[in-house]
């Protein structure tokens, strides 16, 4: 039997997020992402490094061509391209392969270049681990479809973090998972964990693409599948016995290696995340908060939650051993200079005594008064949304959603929100829950006829002098403006007064350019 290894014959199936489906008469791709790679495709939007990046995320904008010129590639050109990768893994090309490049440099542009961003980050990270283990640097694009580059992505099953772990799986490759820690979610130990089962795998299938599969659907499937046509050990000969999730799963995984290493070709560039470059790790060696950290460095609790997203609870759970705190390099320094203060800052507050016992009311899921602040509430409205009530109570999003426990922006018509502002404009923001939805735009500088269709109606006629564009779904302001020789994202900012160009919304008239 080619399980040869008694803990690889207990290893539990990991999951994949790219579910694909085919239609069993023209094996062509149905369905190629599942709803819940959407899923965690808008948590990604969450994540603080990349809500406060300059861009937003905006999903299925599916533009025809780039300056001038069609999006769509030849077959030929893909063919020589995946032939000069120099990689031990064979970036063969087909028709199934083909669908999927075409998902990620036609369809799903917008969400490629926000991980195109993240992947300066993790990338380095997943290379020196790869390398340590002598494994194919290519390897490092399994994320990408596992977790769309989102430490905090967790499918229906349970599979978790950026290698989608399961619980046990994690457990057998030794990461620590307990109510205050799951270490799946930690970038960096979980990437350990995922090289050495990927180096548990080829020693029994010697084949990559066996083992990208056994790494979707388990070796237990992989065998079969083996067993089920004969004994050949080829992924393309076997692919009608594996299980249909698997089947997307090898196509989709040459289409991530072609789409990271020929974005540029295909006008995709990196949008900008907040994370720092260069960090370092601090060892905590008693119970501590997270907000305990952002509050004495000055800096946003997202900042640290995000580089550190193995804490459940925004707690370390430090004493009977020390645990380590990812901080960028400057951050860690400073951390140094001031540990016992950090320790001692509002020690009672967030826990009794020293033990690790966090008071009830400062779990993670709780609404901590921030330092110097005061306490308002708002009550949510037809027609609200989380980015629109931040920006009229002049708060981050992601602080928003963390102080009312808000996941994927679901807020819902007569919900209370507590919203904590400068104790010198308390008085000013109460009155903003009893303010019309003009008086409320108003306060941030726009009027009605920015926002949606539905709520709006145009006050102003077009000015024949000038060309109009009606924003779409899954429009921004770059897409627009790829659209019109000339034309840049700054034109459509100052011909429209706009004063943030991330809030366009669908059914605004956008002034474009002068007529020639």
Same mark, same amino acid.
């Given at each position: 039997?080619?399980?040869?290894?008694?803990?690889?014959?207990?290893?539990?199936?990991?999951?994949?997020?790219?579910?694909?489906?085919?239609?069993?008469?023209?094996?062509?791709?149905?369905?190629?992402?599942?709803?819940?790679?959407?899923?965690?495709?808008?948590?990604?939007?969450?994540?603080?490094?990349?809500?406060?990046?300059?861009?937003?995320?905006?999903?299925?904008?599916?533009?025809?061509?780039?300056?001038?010129?069609?999006?769509?590639?030849?077959?030929?050109?893909?063919?020589?391209?995946?032939?000069?990768?120099?990689?031990?893994?064979?970036?063969?090309?087909?028709?199934?392969?083909?669908?999927?490049?075409?998902?990620?440099?036609?369809?799903?542009?917008?969400?490629?270049?926000?991980?195109?961003?993240?992947?300066?980050?993790?990338?380095?990270?997943?290379?020196?681990?790869?390398?340590?283990?002598?494994?194919?640097?290519?390897?490092?694009?399994?994320?990408?479809?596992?977790?769309?580059?989102?430490?905090?992505?967790?499918?229906?099953?349970?599979?978790?973090?950026?290698?989608?772990?399961?619980?046990?799986?994690?457990?057998?490759?030794?990461?620590?998972?307990?109510?205050?820690?799951?270490?799946?979610?930690?970038?960096?130990?979980?990437?350990?964990?995922?090289?050495?089962?990927?180096?548990?795998?080829?020693?029994?299938?010697?084949?990559?693409?066996?083992?990208?599969?056994?790494?979707?659907?388990?070796?237990?499937?992989?065998?079969?599948?083996?067993?089920?046509?004969?004994?050949?050990?080829?992924?393309?000969?076997?692919?009608?016995?594996?299980?249909?999730?698997?089947?997307?799963?090898?196509?989709?995984?040459?289409?991530?290696?072609?789409?990271?290493?020929?974005?540029?070709?295909?006008?995709?560039?990196?949008?900008?995340?907040?994370?720092?470059?260069?960090?370092?790790?601090?060892?905590?060696?008693?119970?501590?908060?997270?907000?305990?950290? !952002?509050?004495?460095? &000055?800096?946003?609790?997202? $900042?640290? %939650?995000?580089?550190?997203? +193995?804490?459940? /609870?925004? @707690? *370390?759970?430090?004493?009977?051993?020390?645990?380590?705190?990812?901080?960028?390099?400057?951050?860690?320094?400073?951390? !140094?200079?001031?540990? &016992?203060?950090?320790?001692? $800052?509002? %020690?009672?507050?967030?826990? +009794?005594?020293? /033990?690790? @016992? *966090?008071?009830?009311?400062?779990?993670?899921?709780?609404?901590?008064?921030?330092?110097?602040?005061?306490?308002?509430?708002?009550?949510?409205?037809?027609?609200?949304?989380?980015?629109?009530?931040?920006?009229?109570?002049?708060?981050?999003?992601?602080?928003?959603?963390?102080?009312?426990?808000?996941?994927?922006?679901?807020?819902?018509?007569?919900?209370?929100?507590?919203?904590?502002?400068?104790?010198?404009?308390?008085?000013?923001?109460?009155?903003?829950?009893?303010?019309?939805?003009?008086?409320?735009?108003?306060?941030?500088?726009?009027?009605?006829?920015?926002?949606?269709?539905?709520?709006?109606?145009?006050?102003?006629?077009?000015?024949?002098?000038?060309?109009?564009?009606?924003?779409?779904?899954?429009?921004?302001?770059?897409?627009?403006?790829?659209?019109?020789?000339?034309?840049?994202?700054?034109?459509?900012?100052?011909?429209?007064?706009?004063?943030?160009?991330?809030?366009?919304?669908?059914?605004?008239?956008?002034?474009?350019?002068?007529?020639?």
């Amino acid at each position: 039997m080619i399980m040869g290894k008694k803990i690889l014959s207990s290893l539990i199936v990991l999951i994949s997020l790219n579910a694909t489906a085919f239609d069993g008469k023209t094996d062509t791709i149905v369905d190629p992402i599942s709803p819940l790679l959407n899923e965690n495709l808008d948590s990604l939007v969450n994540l603080w490094y990349v809500n406060t990046s300059a861009t937003d995320l905006v999903l299925d904008s599916v533009p025809e061509m780039v300056d001038g010129k069609q999006l769509k590639t030849p077959d030929s050109v893909y063919i020589q391209r995946l032939a000069d990768l120099d990689s031990p893994i064979p970036f063969v090309f087909n028709s199934k392969v083909k669908s999927y490049i075409e998902l990620y440099t036609l369809k799903r542009r917008e969400q490629v270049q926000v991980m195109l961003g993240l992947s300066e980050y993790y990338f380095p990270m997943f290379e020196k681990a790869l390398d340590a283990y002598n494994l194919p640097l290519e390897l490092k694009y399994l994320p990408i479809i596992e977790s769309a580059l989102n430490p905090r992505a967790r499918s229906r099953v349970g599979a978790s973090g950026l290698w989608q772990f399961m619980y046990y799986t994690g457990k057998q490759y030794g990461l620590n998972i307990n109510s205050y820690i799951d270490e799946r979610r930690d970038p960096a130990k979980s990437t350990q964990a995922a090289v050495m089962f990927l180096q548990d795998m080829y020693k029994i299938y010697k084949d990559w693409f066996l083992v990208i599969a056994a790494y979707n659907c388990g070796p237990g499937n992989v065998n079969k599948a083996i067993r089920r046509s004969g004994g050949k050990r080829n992924f393309w000969d076997i692919y009608y016995y594996l299980p249909r999730e698997t089947r997307g799963y090898v196509p989709a995984f040459i289409a991530a290696a072609y789409t990271m290493n020929y974005a540029q070709e295909h006008y995709l560039y990196a949008k900008p995340a907040e994370l720092p470059f260069v960090t370092d790790t601090v060892m905590v060696t008693k119970p501590l908060h997270l907000e305990q950290i !952002a509050s004495l460095l &000055d800096v946003k609790v997202g $900042y640290i %939650r995000d580089l550190n997203p +193995q804490y459940r /609870k925004d @707690v *370390v759970p430090a004493g009977k051993k020390a645990y380590p705190v990812r901080l960028g390099f400057d951050y860690a320094t400073t951390f !140094a200079g001031m540990e &016992d203060s950090i320790y001692a $800052y509002r %020690r009672k507050h967030y826990f +009794q005594s020293d /033990k690790l @016992v *966090v008071n009830p009311s400062k779990s993670h899921h709780s609404a901590v008064a921030p330092t110097g602040k005061g306490k308002v509430y708002y009550t949510v409205k037809s027609g609200d949304a989380v980015g629109l009530i931040a920006d009229w109570y002049d708060v981050y999003s992601s602080d928003l959603r963390y102080w009312n426990n808000i996941r994927r922006n679901m807020i819902r018509v007569g919900q209370k929100l507590v919203i904590y502002v400068p104790k010198n404009k308390v008085s000013h923001y109460k009155r903003i829950n009893s303010m019309s939805f003009a008086q409320k735009q108003a306060l941030s500088g726009k009027t009605v006829s920015t926002m949606t269709a539905s709520t709006t109606k145009k006050s102003v006629p077009d000015d024949p002098n000038y060309v109009y564009y009606t924003v779409r779904k899954g429009d921004n302001l770059w897409s627009i403006a790829k659209k019109y020789s000339g034309v840049s994202n700054s034109d459509i900012i100052r011909l429209n007064n706009l004063n943030d160009g991330r809030r366009i919304s669908p059914g605004q008239r956008l002034k474009i350019k002068p007529k020639s």
